[in-house]
C-alpha cells in the first residue's frame, strides 16, 4: 500500500541518517560553504573575522584532523597561553612557597585537560567563521558546528564533547537560544547573531561566545566586543 511504501521510505531515510551520524564521528566532516557573499553585505572585515583561518599545527582548512593527533605527531605541548600573577600582596605566597608550588603541580593534569579542549574550541570557532553566512538556517549552522566540535575534541562519552547545546542567539536575545529540531529560522543580512559553544575534556569545559553581524551598521558594536 502508499502508507507502508511510505513507511519504509522514512526508516529507509532514517537509517541512512543515523549511517551517516556515525560515519562523521569517524571522519572529518566534508561539507562545504555554498553560499557566496553577497553585494548587500561584507564578509571580508578584519573585525568580522569571517573567512580569514589561522592554520594551527599543520591543521588542513577546512580541518581534517583531531587535534589531539597533530599535537601528538609533531611532540608539541598544548598551547600554555598567557599566565597572570594576582595582583593582591596576599597571594605572593603561591609563588614564594615551595610547598605550595608543589601542590599546584597536582592538578597539571585537569590543566593540560583545559588546554586541549581550548585548542578544539580555537580551532572551531575559526572554522565556523569562515563559512557562516546569512541565508543559512540556524539550525544546520548550530548542526554543522557541533559536528566539528566531536571531531576535532575525538568525541568519547561523557569523557570528551561538545559542554553543552550551541547558543546562536538572535537581536534581542541576549544569550542561550538555541532552535529546535524543525525550527526554520534563517540568519538574515542585518541580524546580530551570537554564537555560544563549548568544548570539555574529563568535564573541563571551555566555553567562549563571538558575535557575528554582516551589515556595516553594526561594526562599531563589534568593535566593542
Known amino acids: 500500500s502508499a502508507a507502508a511504501a511510505a513507511a519504509s521510505a522514512s526508516a529507509s531515510a532514517s537509517n541512512d541518517e543515523g549511517a551517516s551520524s556515525s560515519s562523521s564521528m569517524l ?24 573567512g580569514r583561518t589561522e592554520l594551527r599545527f599543520g591543521q588542513t582548512d577546512p580541518p581534517t584532523r583531531p587535534v589531539a593527533e597533530l599535537l601528538r605527531e609533531r611532540g608539541e605541548a598544548y598551547p600554555i597561553g598567557e599566565l597572570m600573577e594576582y595582583p593582591d600582596a596576599s597571594t605572593s ?48 549552522i548550530c548542526e554543522r558546528l557541533e559536528e566539528m566540535n566531536r571531531f576535532l575534541v575525538q568525541e568519547d ?15 534581542h536575545v541576549a544569550a542561550h537560544w538555541t532552535p529546535n529540531g524543525g525550527d526554520e529560522t534563517v540568519l538574515g543580512e542585518r541580524d546580530v547573531c551570537k554564537i555560544d559553544f563549548g568544548t570539555q ?5 571551555i ?14 558594536l563589534l568593535m566593542a566586543v
Open 207 to 220: 566555553d567562549c561566545a563571538f558575535t557575528v553581524a554582516f551589515d556595516p551598521m553594526f561594526d562599531p
Open 157 to 171: 562519552g561523557l569523557n570528551r564533547g561538545i559542554a553543552f547545546p550551541t547558543g546562536c542567539s538572535l537581536n
Open 93 to 140: 605566597s603561591r609563588y614564594a612557597s615551595e610547598e605550595k608550588r608543589l601542590m599546584e603541580t597536582t592538578i597539571e593534569q585537569a590543566l593540560e585537560d583545559a588546554r586541549w579542549a581550548a585548542e578544539c574550541h580555537r580551532q572551531v570557532r575559526q572554522n565556523v567563521q569562515s563559512w557562516i553566512r546569512p541565508g543559512m538556517r540556524m539550525i544546520d
Open 27 to 50: 571522519s572529518a566532516p566534508q561539507r562545504t560553504a555554498t553560499l557566496s557573499p553577497s553585494e548587500t553585505y561584507h564578509s571580508d572585515c578584519a573585525i568580522r573575522l569571517l
Open 201 to 205: 575534556i574529563n568535564g573541563r569545559i
